[in-house]
Nanobody
Framework: QLVESGGGLVQPGGSLTLSCQAS????????IGWFRQAPGKGREGVSC????????VYLDSAKGRFTISRDAAQKTVYLQMNNLKREDTGVYYC??????????????????????RGQGTQVTVSS
């Protein structure tokens, strides 16, 4: 399974770094995506990173503010979030799956699709 951490309460303009770690399988072997879900809204894909780490995809509103990366030595995928806005509030989940790039980064967030998914970490952006 996947375990997310790093969420919390932050003021608008602040920063958070989310982490995603795996237990029971090797994170390095999978595409990893971050998606979020706000109250009363559907899933929204935020970012995705390839197995090599060389290819990344971002939600338009996250470009220039969020950075996804993976550290093989730490067996962790990170989502660095800067200049956070109120609309970034939600539960953030990481997901792991296999497929062909770039299609996999479009479908990894779909209900029932990811091979593995974490329980989520709450991010609240509020003053």
């Amino acid at each position: 399974q996947l375990v997310e951490s790093g969420g919390g309460l932050v003021q608008p303009g602040g920063s958070l770094t989310l982490s995603c770690q795996a237990s029971g399988f090797t994170l390095d072997d999978y595409f990893i995506g971050w998606f979020r879900q706000a109250p009363g809204k559907g899933r929204e894909g935020v970012s995705c990173i390839s197995i090599s780490g060389l290819r990344t995809v971002y939600l338009d509103s996250a470009k220039g503010r969020f950075t996804i990366s993976r550290d093989a030595a730490q067996k962790t995928v990170y989502l660095q979030m800067n200049n956070l806005k109120r609309e970034d509030t939600g539960v953030y989940y990481c997901a792991a799956d296999l497929g062909l790039y770039p299609r996999i980064c479009e479908v990894i967030f779909e209900e029932g699709r990811p091979k593995y998914r974490g329980q989520g970490t709450q991010v609240t952006v509020s003053s």
